[in-house]
């Protein structure tokens, strides 16, 4: 049983004893009350004077009777005496307690009819009493044994009531005994009990003490400053730790404002407020917000950043604060320069990654130059000795490209500048094409490419099919570089009907080192030197391959026994899709473009552009046939079927134009052949003849790489021909019909105002709200062309993405748009 | 000193100076109505013994008390009326430490000054409204309001409760 539980029930019982005992004690004073009302006076001298008045009758009677007449009235005297005794003892209080013994009742009623009889005689003449006397006197002898029998009777009845009474005294005096007994018990009972809540409670006191030791020490030996305050940010009470920590002593600190203390000058006045806030409010800045830094001023004046928590207690009934703080000055000094050094470290990573991207695009244009001047060079050296010369330059220089693509293309891929596509393709054809595109090398080397069967689950996926195709190919090309005369394979699964896709390229070459086994995806590994000649590279390819797979959400890996041969797999993700139908507009631009080893057909007279474009489409995996003029190009598309053809617009003899129109009136395989403009220049009037001549899509130079890949993924959505229309006149038509000419004039205007603020020098009013209104309007005019600009600022907006060259964009559109709308809008 | 203390008297009872008389002097001067209480004591410094003799008409003009009260001696309520014990005592003078009562069969009782008080004992010359015989207890019986307190149903009290009362002496 508890404590608590227990105590309450014995208080409990005590109050029910003491009860007992009070209402015992009442009863016992009732009787005692009684007992003090003497129900009879005394009970003796009453009945013996009663026998005693009697004979004094008998001897008034014996007088008279000798005397005569002159005692007569002494005698009447003592009969009424006598009557008045014997009247006492029938009509008084004896009467009950005597009649209850039915001999008695019998001699009172025999002395009620003798005291009758008597009185007429008494009463009557002197004579007649005279007279009487004798019979008076017979009367009284009679009734004198009546009683004396009465009065021992009435002696023993009353002694019996003594005794009683006695007992009853006794009993009474027994039950006080008892009571007296019982309330002694209760009253130790209540002295163990309350010597038990005393002890209970030295223990709990006791526990507080000690509990509250603890407490204090804690606090005291706390390394954070613990600062208690009142309503009023008044110190209350405070450990060493603030002492030391703001440099004021105890008593320094106690009873003063704790903001006015540790607020340094410049603080002071928002301190304050904040304060204020909390004692009108009841809200505080600082109240429950977890650790906040703050700036504090020591004692010296010395500021520090200080973490300051502050709760909210409730101490007898009156609001506290409780702050805990932490000087964290060297933690904060610590971060920084931590920080620093970090930035420090990504500043140099990226100025080494910028300068690599710098260096190597930079080399890539001399080097251009060198390759077509070397290409020239062919054409007129014809000693065989310097054609050597001449191949080696040549070699060199392709080699140096393509480790400097290497390089660019690394770079890239860390800068996570090209986005992963998810689009949808058929990874079997892609396979196959694969293959087929790398037998010629592969047969070069002696070596046999197969492709095994491809299960039927691995056909439509969604997934990045450049990055794809580009490690595929990685892997291929070097199965095909470290083996001869043996045999490569490609295998291709799916893993447990899951996304997961396994690649495994196998070849029967040199194989690898287990040792190198985990250095070959490292940059710029090259594991035999002597080899290099042979099967040069910058050691970067699969590098980027190990990069692209990851940036795919894939892995990739190796096994190998020197010798024999090695295995390259790779797991990417690549969920199955549905294939594209028809009705697809995308789906019909690669059905007219085929996204993979396409055949490519370059006319450009420009070397250096030339081998620029080509490099690039025979990285990705394309065939590509050059022609450095019009007329050779034109031959070349007659020849055979391309799926693809550059065209540069200016060159010597027949320009691109003229070679577009040739090759699109030949009955010629390629006659069909998209043909994209390659141009510095694209006036409105010449991307008109371009259309005319019956180009598709114009590249304008100098063009990116994502540029040439939206291309070559027949995305000819950014690289139009036309323009696209500005204005759509019929919303113009039938905004003029609906508000007149003059207010849709005067909306136009107001519209101006909205642009200009929203295209302002002010970056805080170019929000993707703002865009997205004034795009709104741009719509209701017909404003198409600036529509859209608008809308792309919105989502750069959304992304914080640059806006200058949108922003740019949509004021070159309005400057052309505006006048051309006002010039509609006013005719008729 | 005589005469001072029956003039006193008489102011108080409103009665003839003739009513004193000296133990001694058996007959009364003028026929007068049968007395019923002797009073007897030394009234203040006179050494002599002063006695006044009172009948019935004079109780009845002095100061009256009336209450009911059962008897321990009789069936029922019973309606007294008489003079106050202490108020006769302060009319007539005399002074002493305590009271004899005595009774027509010369029963008597004590009774200390101190234990008589302004309500009780009085002197009954009536019960029920009725004059009392020497059967029913009379002429004068020393009654208590026995039922108004227990103080009043001791064994003294009802043993001071003489009845037949027939004279008081006040003595030192």
């Known amino acids: ?828 | 000193m005589n005469g001072l203390f029956a003039g006193l008297l008489a102011i108080g009872l409103g009665l003839g100076v003739t009513a004193w008389a000296d133990t001694d002097s058996s007959t009364p001067s003028t026929p007068s109505p049968e007395t019923i209480l002797t009073v007897s004591g030394m009234v203040d410094g006179n050494d002599a013994i002063d006695v006044l003799k009172l009948d019935r008409a004079m109780l009845m003009k002095m100061k009256q008390t009336e209450f009911g009260t059962t008897t321990i001696w009789t069936n029922g309520v019973q309606k007294f009326r008489g003079v106050p014990l202490l108020h006769l005592l302060n009319e007539t003078m005399v002074n002493g430490e305590r009271i004899v009562a005595y009774a027509i069969n010369d029963y008597s009782i004590e009774i200390p000054l101190t234990d008589i008080s302004e309500e009780a004992p009085i002197i009954a010359y009536e019960r029920n409204g009725k004059p009392m015989s020497v059967r029913d207890k009379g002429p004068l019986w020393i009654v208590y309001p026995y039922d108004s307190s227990p103080k009043y149903r001791t064994e003294t009290i009802y043993t001071r409760s003489i009845w037949q009362l027939d004279r008081i002496e006040v003595v030192n």
Not at chain 1, 269 to 290: C, F, N, P, T, W
Not at chain 1, 300 to 307: K, L, Q, W, Y
Not at chain 1, 358 to 385: C, F, Q, W, Y
Not at chain 1, 682 to 702: F, H
């Open chain 1, 1 to 828: 049983m508890r404590p608590r539980l227990r105590n309450f029930l014995v208080l409990i019982a005590l109050i029910v004893i003491v009860f007992q005992i009070g209402a015992r004690v009442l009863d016992v004073t009732d009787r005692l009350e009684q007992r003090a009302s003497a129900p009879v006076d005394s009970v003796q001298w009453t009945l013996s004077q009663t026998e005693v008045e009697f004979f004094k009758y008998q001897i008034a009677l014996e007088q008279a009777q000798r005397t005569g007449t002159t005692d007569l009235s002494a005698l009447r005297q003592r009969f009424n005496i006598l009557y008045s005794r014997i009247s006492s003892l029938l009509e008084g209080r004896f009467y009950s307690v005597l009649v209850e013994r039915s001999d008695q009742a019998q001699h009172l009623e025999q002395l009620r009819n003798f005291l009758n009889n008597t009185v007429p005689l008494i009463d009557g003449s002197d004579a007649e009493l005279l007279h009487n006397i004798d019979r008076m006197r017979s009367d009284a002898q009679s009734i004198n044994l009546q009683l004396r029998n009465l009065v021992l009777g009435a002696m023993s009845s009353f002694a019996e009531m003594s005794d009683q009474q006695r007992n009853d005294v006794t009993v009474v005096l027994w039950e006080l005994v008892v009571m007296t007994a019982c309330l002694i018990i209760a009253l130790i009972l209540l002295i163990w009990v309350l010597s038990r809540v005393v002890t209970t409670t030295r223990k709990i006191s006791r526990e507080n003490a000690e509990g509250r030791a603890r407490l204090e020490a804690m606090i005291q030996t706390s390394q954070d400053a613990i600062l208690v305050m009142d309503e009023l940010g008044r110190v209350i009470e405070s450990n060493e730790a603030a002492s030391d920590i703001l440099g004021y002593d105890q008593t320094e600190l106690h009873d003063h404002n704790l903001a006015d203390l540790i607020t340094p000058e410049h603080l002071q006045a928002s301190h304050h407020e904040g304060l204020q806030d909390v004692l009108e409010i009841g809200e505080a800045q600082l109240v429950g917000r977890g650790l906040v830094q703050v700036e504090a001023r020591h004692k010296s004046g010395r500021v520090f950043t200080a973490e300051l928590s502050v709760s909210q207690a409730n101490s007898d009934g009156k609001r506290v604060f409780v702050s805990f703080m932490r000087d964290i000055s060297d933690r904060i000094e610590a971060e920084n320069t931590l920080r620093q050094a970090r930035d420090d470290a990504q500043a140099g990573e990226r100025a080494k990654a910028d300068l690599l991207a710098v260096m190597s695009h930079e080399i890539r244009t001399p080097l251009n130059g060198i390759m077509g001047a070397a290409n020239l060079l062919r054409d007129k050296i014809k000693e065989t000795e310097n054609t050597r010369y001449l191949e080696v330059i040549e070699n060199s220089g392709q080699l140096l490209m393509h480790h400097v693509n290497d390089v660019l293309e690394l770079s890239r891929l860390d800068s996570n500048r090209a986005p992963v596509q998810a689009i949808s393709f058929d990874l079997a054809t892609l396979l196959r094409d694969l293959v087929e595109l790398q037998n010629p090398n592969a047969e070069a080397s002696g070596n046999h490419l197969h492709l095994s069967t491809i299960p039927e689950d691995i056909a439509w996926v969604t997934g990045d099919e450049k990055r794809l195709q580009r490690v595929l190919l990685n892997l291929i090309g070097n199965g095909i570089k470290f083996t001869q005369s043996g045999d490569i394979q490609l295998d291709v699964e799916r893993h447990n009907n899951s996304d997961m896709v396994e690649f495994r390229v196998s070849d029967t070459g040199v194989g690898i080192a287990s040792e190198n086994l985990e250095k070959i995806f490292d940059d710029f590994v090259t594991l035999d030197p002597s080899y290099g000649r042979k099967s040069s590279g910058t050691g970067l390819g699969l590098s980027i391959a190990k990069r692209l797979v990851h940036s795919l959400g894939g892995e990739i890996g190796v096994e190998s026994e020197p010798g024999e041969g090695s295995l390259f797999w790779m797991r990417v993700p690549l969920p199955k899709s549905k294939a594209s139908l028809p009705g697809d507009v995308y789906a019909r631009a690669t059905a007219q473009l085929p996204t993979h080893a396409m055949n490519i057909l370059v006319v450009e007279d420009n070397d250096i552009n030339r081998l620029v474009i080509c490099e690039n489409l025979q990285r990705s995996g394309h065939t590509v046939t050059e022609a450095s003029d019009g007329e050779s190009g034109v031959q070349q598309a007659a020849h055979q079927k391309f799926d693809l053809i550059f065209m540069d617009i200016s060159m010597p003899g027949m320009d691109g134009i003229a070679a577009t129109r040739a090759i699109r009136k030949g009955a010629t395989p390629s006659c069909d052949t998209t043909i994209v403009a390659l141009t510095a220049q694209a006036q409105p009037e010449d991307r008109k003849r371009m259309k005319d001549a019956g180009m598709d899509a114009l590249l304008t130079k100098p063009f990116s790489t994502d540029q040439l890949e939206a291309i070559l993924r027949g995305d000819l959505q950014d690289s139009p021909l036309t323009l696209p229309s500005t204005i759509d006149h019929h919303i113009l038509d039938d905004i003029k019909a609906t508000l007149g000419a003059d207010h849709a004039l005067a909306l136009l205007e107001e519209f101006e105002d909205e642009l200009a603020s929203c295209l302002g020098a002010n970056t805080n009013m170019q929000t993707a709200d703002s865009f997205h209104r004034v795009a709104g309007s741009a719509a209701v005019f017909g404003l198409v062309g600036l529509h859209g600009i608008l809308q792309k600022l919105e989502s750069a907006a959304k992304e914080n993405a640059s806006r200058d060259r949108l922003i740019g964009d949509a004021r070159t559109c309005w400057t052309q748009t505006q006048p051309e709308a006002i010039a509609y809008l006013k005719t008729d």
